[in-house]
């Protein structure tokens, strides 16, 4: 075999095995995905007794619908009701929403929002459509806290209660909460832990509306609004005014991620284990 031909059978055979390898090009950006659904069973019946969020999108992809289902899925006996977001023009955070979750424990009222000129949340407020309470929520900002006045006025007694929470920022996410105790002083606190992944309930234009609220019927800071990244581990604690801690509930959660980085299923283990899925529209 002469030269030229040698060189002609390498430079095929080299494009061969050029031609089969597998070339992995860049990872999908998260931030074209938009989160459809998330469905919450317990594990020991997939299938179902379940909490279901289905999200609708308007032409300018803001959340215009969040429709909430319960109960059993494979009968096909679930309990829906819609959250609906309203909007001042083009304007990607909204000034009120209409509706409620099932089982959501706060009275069925229309909620409005206030924001700075950053669209930082100052104050969310609520007119309880039975009765006469008021209630607000007043937010504080500072490198590392969130702290939230909630105040609850009644017309009919002209009377009002007050108190505030702080929520814990750290890397970006909510590191805990403390609550003071309404019976005896103290506090109830709760620390988290997260992973470096993307959490798609930030990437929401609703994300500052759901900061501290995270999405109705989940565990406790499952995916509020503000947190970055996903959470890992939660365990509450009370501390009496001696300074005494009671340990509560842990929970911890595992994830599976799709190549774009964002959770496709979250196993949550605490007194009962929950499995939440996730799934997105490009």
Same mark, same amino acid.
């Given at each position: %075999?002469?030269?030229?031909?040698?060189? +002609? !059978?390498?430079?095929?055979?080299?494009?061969v095995?050029?031609?089969?390898?597998?070339?992995d090009?860049?990872?999908?950006?998260?931030?074209? =995905?938009?989160?459809?659904?998330?469905?919450?069973?317990?594990?020991?019946?997939? $299938?179902?007794?379940a909490?279901?969020? @289905?999200f609708?999108?308007?032409?300018?992809q803001? !959340?215009?619908k %969040?429709?909430?289902?319960?109960g059993d899925?494979?009968?096909?006996?679930?309990?829906t009701?819609?959250?609906? #977001?309203?909007?001042?023009?083009?304007? /990607?955070?909204?000034?009120k929403?209409?509706?409620?979750?099932?089982?959501?424990?706060?009275?069925?009222?229309?909620?409005?929002?206030?924001?700075?000129?950053?669209?930082?949340?100052?104050?969310?407020? +609520?007119? #309880?459509?039975?009765? *006469?309470?008021?209630?607000t929520? @007043?937010y504080? =900002?500072?490198?590392?806290?969130?702290?939230?006045?909630?105040?609850?006025?009644?017309?009919?007694?002209?009377?009002?209660?007050?108190?505030? @929470?702080?929520? +814990?920022? /750290?890397?970006?996410?909510l590191a &805990?909460?403390?609550?003071?105790?309404?019976?005896g $002083?103290? =506090?109830?606190?709760?620390?988290?832990?997260?992973?470096?992944?993307?959490?798609?309930?930030?990437?929401?234009?609703?994300?500052?509306?759901? %900061?501290i609220?995270?999405?109705?019927?989940?565990?406790s800071?499952l995916?509020?609004? #503000?947190?970055?990244?996903?959470?890992?581990?939660? *365990?509450s #604690?009370?501390m009496?005014p001696? &300074?005494?801690?009671s340990? $509560?509930?842990?929970?911890?959660?595992?994830?599976?991620?799709?190549?774009? $980085? +964002?959770?496709?299923?979250?196993?949550?283990?605490?007194a009962?284990?929950?499995?939440?899925?996730? =799934?997105?529209?490009?």
């Open positions: %075999m002469n030269l030229a031909i040698r060189n +002609l !059978v390498l430079l095929v055979s080299v494009s095995i050029a031609s089969c390898h597998k070339h090009g860049p990872a999908p950006d998260p931030n074209k =995905y938009h989160l459809s659904r998330i469905v919450e069973s317990a594990a020991s019946a997939p $299938g179902g007794s909490f279901i969020i @289905d609708v999108y308007d032409d300018q803001r !959340v215009d %969040m429709i909430f289902s319960s899925s494979t009968n096909g006996s679930l309990t009701q819609t959250c609906t #977001f309203y909007y001042n023009g083009s304007e /990607k955070n909204p000034y929403t209409t509706g409620k979750p099932p089982y959501y424990i706060t009275p069925d009222a229309d909620v409005y929002y206030y924001y700075n000129g950053s669209g930082q949340l100052m104050r969310d407020s +609520l007119r #309880f459509t039975s009765g *006469s309470e008021i209630a929520r @007043d504080t =900002y500072s490198t590392d806290k969130i702290t939230v006045k909630r105040t609850t006025y009644s017309s009919s007694t002209s009377t009002s209660n007050s108190w505030t @929470d702080s929520f +814990l920022i /750290k890397d970006h996410n &805990g909460s403390r609550t003071p105790a309404w019976i $002083g103290g =506090y109830y606190g709760i620390n988290c832990t997260y992973d470096n992944k993307p959490n798609p309930i930030a990437q929401l234009n609703i994300a500052a509306v759901r %900061m609220d995270g999405l109705y019927g989940f565990a800071y995916a509020p609004g #503000f947190c970055h990244n996903n959470i890992t581990e939660s *365990s #604690f009370y009496d001696q &300074g005494q801690i340990t $509560g509930d842990s929970r911890k959660f595992s994830y599976k991620y799709n190549a774009a $980085g +964002l959770p496709e299923e979250c196993i949550k283990k605490s009962a284990t929950h499995i939440t899925k996730f =799934y997105y529209n490009e």
